[in-house]
């Protein structure tokens, strides 16, 4: 089992809708990212999260440490954001850390 | 500027050759790292290195091997290529509770 649980693995969306990307982990961490890598195959940062929620235009990530769970939402979806969004954990101890550990990624599909 | 760039974007070798991939970052991140995409997109470690302290994921053959001349360089050689290191390789860097900016990529295929 991966340490880092990502779902749906595929998500096919119409333009303007509400979209729910899950994320949850198993491993202690100091802190989690959500990534976003277009088809051209660039990685791009979206938010870092150690606690509580974040929102950035129609991006909006939350963690609850507790339950060792994150969400990426995006409102108001558009064709544009389609894109593989990663979750990665930074662990928090030991030698490892700093290293990020993936999740398998969402692939999301916007359609017009 | 960008940010973290990598060469070469594509590379192209025959099975038993060694290669390099180039990164530099003009961040003045204090950590950087190489990590392996594989055919089905699943990203994995295999190098972190912040001048001080060199990190290798056990999985790592030990044909891979990081070079670091300066803390705004991070090169990764490859020795005797094999047919499964095809893959796309990212470069990445970092500062101490900051995000990761990544480069774009090196895919390198082994024929």
């Known amino acids: 089992k991966n340490e880092v649980e990502q779902s749906p693995q595929n998500l096919t969306a119409q333009e303007g809708e509400f979209i729910t990307i899950n994320c949850s982990y198993s491993?202690?961490?100091?802190?989690l990212h959500w990534l976003q890598q277009h088809p051209g195959g660039g990685i791009v940062s979206l938010f870092m999260?150690?606690?509580g929620k974040k929102k950035h235009g129609r991006l909006i990530a939350t963690i609850n440490i507790q339950e060792k769970h994150s969400s990426l939402h995006i409102t108001a979806s558009h064709p544009r954001d389609s894109a593989v969004y990663i979750c990665?954990?930074?662990?928090?101890?030991?030698?490892?850390?700093?290293?990020?550990?993936f999740g398998k990624g969402t692939k999301l599909s916007v359609k017009p | 500027d960008t940010a973290v760039s990598q060469t070469p974007k594509y590379l192209v070798t025959q099975m038993g050759n060694d290669k390099s991939i180039k990164c530099e970052q003009n961040l003045g991140h204090d950590t950087m790292y190489w990590y392996k995409q594989d055919s089905k997109k699943f990203l994995k470690i295999m190098f972190s290195?912040?001048?001080?302290?060199?990190?290798i994921n056990e999985t790592v053959p030990n044909r891979f091997s990081p070079k670091s001349p300066d803390k705004a360089h991070l090169n990764l050689h490859i020795n005797s290529l094999e047919l499964g290191d095809s893959a796309v390789y990212f470069c990445?860097?970092?500062?101490?509770?900051?995000?990761?900016?990544f480069g774009s990529g090196t895919r390198l295929t082994v024929v």
């Open positions: 491993v202690g961490i100091s802190a």
């Open positions: 990665a954990v930074r662990s928090g101890y030991g030698g490892s850390q700093g290293n990020l550990i």
């Open positions: 290195y912040n001048n001080k302290e060199l990190i």
């Open positions: 990445a860097s970092s500062r101490t509770g900051s995000g990761y900016t």
């Open positions: 999260l150690s606690s």
